[in-house]
């Protein structure tokens, strides 16, 4: 399995983002846990890119 480089991890970072904007727009009270997913998944993330 190929690791997963910068470009790659900005480009699912911005259809994450995008995504999760128009889920907002949709329902606005689902953006208190739709932060906290998005923050947990990108602090593990970076702990995953540390560790390496």
Sequence with gaps: MPAIT???L???V???SL???VIVMIFPKILN???GIYLIII???AIV???R
């Design 6 to 8: 910068f470009p790659a």
């Design 10 to 12: 900005g480009l699912w």
């Design 14 to 16: 911005g259809i994450a």
């Design 19 to 21: 995504i999760f904007g």
């Design 33 to 35: 846990y739709l932060i």
């Design 43 to 45: 602090g593990i993330m």
């Design 49 to 51: 890119a540390y560790l």
